[in-house]
């Protein structure tokens, strides 16, 4: 008669229903142990892991352990010592041995594992500026990583800022780069400012540069904070907000200093 019995589920619930149910015990009689508590993956696209728990056989006193993943029969195994699966360290607990006091170090372990799936063995250098912490990619699977638009790299960098930032007490500012895409966005963004602004003074109306993240934002504020003919508002609510170029009203000298430029 095997000692213990292994069950799985999509979380850790479900694996105790499924054990209970096949043992035909209550919850409060089950005694197990959490071998994984299993993921949904990374954006719940890839890696989705089930949770796998070991159950004391209460028939049994002694033996082989045996595994009934997924609800089939049990099928006996030879007993193995207590185990941790890779699951068992959630994301936002480093490995033993991370300076778990330096956010740095967090974080690249951190987007390590969020890296992991999509691109095993990438790159990940790390630097300073301006108060942020910078992670800088490179690896295979750039183009996946970046996704359509960047949308999949802001995913990371929204995950990657949560995760982090539970940990800590004071606030850390975090940057994610895969392949040097956001210097090349940055310098789009700075032109395309450029040329809206140049639109919205010329017609005399608000041009939009469309729905766009905080960090997309404040790169055309600083593009034309010295711009003293055009001002820009961000309108709407959430992350992602519309970004409007308005050109200034004209005053006693606008006319006079719009010419001379």
């Known amino acids: 008669m095997p000692s213990h019995l292994e ?3 999509k979380n850790v619930d479900q694996a105790v ?7 035909k015990l209550g919850k409060e009689e089950l005694r197990y142990r959490i071998l994984s508590h299993g993921s949904t993956g990374i954006f719940g696209l890839v890696g ?17 352990s045996t595994s009934a993943a997924g609800g089939g029969k049990p099928k006996p195994t030879a007993d193995v010592p207590e185990r941790q699966t890779s699951e ?4 936002e607990h480093p490995e033993a041995g991370t300076d778990e006091n330096d956010p740095e170090t967090v974080g690249r372990e951190v987007l390590e594992r969020l890296l992991a799936e999509i691109s095993p063995g990438a790159d990940i250098t790390t630097g300073r500026k301006n108060g942020r912490i910078l992670f800088h990619v490179r690896g295979e699977n750039a183009a996946l990583l970046i996704g359509k638009q960047g949308h999949t790299l802001a995913a990371i960098q929204y995950l990657l800022d949560k995760i982090v930032n539970r940990r800590f007490e004071d606030r850390v500012k975090l940057l994610v ?5 956001l210097q ?3 310098e789009n963004l700075r032109q395309l400012a450029y040329k809206l602004a140049e639109k919205a003074k010329k017609s005399g109306k608000p041009a939009s540069v469309g729905q766009m993240n905080a960090h997309d934002r404040r790169i055309v504020h600083i593009a034309l904070k010295e711009d003293r003919l055009v001002r820009t508002q961000s309108v709407g609510d959430g992350a992602m907000r519309k970004l409007l170029i308005l050109p200034k009203k004209s005053g ?10």
């Not at 229903?17 to 043992?23: D, K, N, P, S, Y």
């Not at 068992?88 to 994301?91: F, G």
């Open 17 to 23: 229903e499924t054990a209970c149910a096949a043992l």
């Open 184 to 186: 090349n966005k940055k």
């Open 177 to 181: 780069d895969v392949e040097g895409y």
């Open 88 to 91: 068992d360290t959630q994301w």
């Open 48 to 64: 989705a892991k089930r949770a796998l728990i070991r159950v004391e056989n209460p028939e049994a006193g002694g033996g082989s």
């Open 7 to 9: 069950f799985d589920g």
């Open 252 to 261: 006693p000298n606008r006319k006079g200093a719009q010419r001379a430029r």
